[in-house]
């Protein structure tokens, strides 16, 4: 993680990345990162989503500082606005796995999600610029990640770093309820 804002207006971020910094995800984030993750579970899950932020404040918890996993937060760089406030308006997740044939060192997209800002897309391409920089310091040899596929903009985002749709999940839902026999 570069802890820095990135470079001015070079590479993806531009003008964002002057005014944001990617950094170590801490446990002082965790309120925002659950936050976070309660909106990536409505719009994967939608009705079903599971939206507790304890919940997810606690899965969470569990994997910052575990080695093997990767998560990163971006904030408002120092000064910005006469402030120094740094709380999360974006946060990535990778975890590091494992191939149990080929015994191969790969990335699974975990999480990422950006606040509602006019920087959305920039802040999450300085996002994403930071975890396949991390996952090249790993030497995974491949990152794999799942969408749903109404999200368009996290689609669009794999799009523009390379990543190509692989494999599709089939559903059907059978109408009974999760804990009926």
Do not use: C
Request: charged share 20%; proline share 6%.
């Amino acid at each position: 993680m570069t802890g820095r804002p990135a470079a001015g207006d070079h590479g993806p971020g531009g003008q964002a990345a002057a005014e944001y910094a990617i950094r170590a995800a801490r446990p002082d984030d965790l309120d925002a990162i659950a936050g976070f993750e309660v909106e990536i579970a409505l719009a994967s899950f939608g009705a079903e989503a599971i939206t507790d932020p304890q919940l997810h404040r606690r899965r969470v918890a569990g994997a910052l500082g575990k080695p093997g996993e990767i998560a990163i937060v971006a904030v408002p760089a120092r000064g910005r606005n006469g402030g120094t406030a740094d709380a999360p308006v974006g946060w990535a997740w990778l975890s590091a796995r494992t191939n149990s044939l080929t015994g191969a060192r790969y990335g699974n997209f975990r999480s990422l999600a950006v606040a509602d800002l006019p920087e959305r897309s920039k802040i999450g391409e300085m996002l994403m610029t930071e975890i396949l920089a991390a996952a090249a310091r790993a030497e995974f040899t491949q990152l794999t990640g799942k969408v749903n596929a109404a999200n368009l903009g996290m689609r669009t985002l794999y799009r523009a770093f390379g990543f190509t749709a692989t494999h599709i999940t089939m559903e059907k839902r059978l109408g009974h309820p999760p804990d009926s026999p």
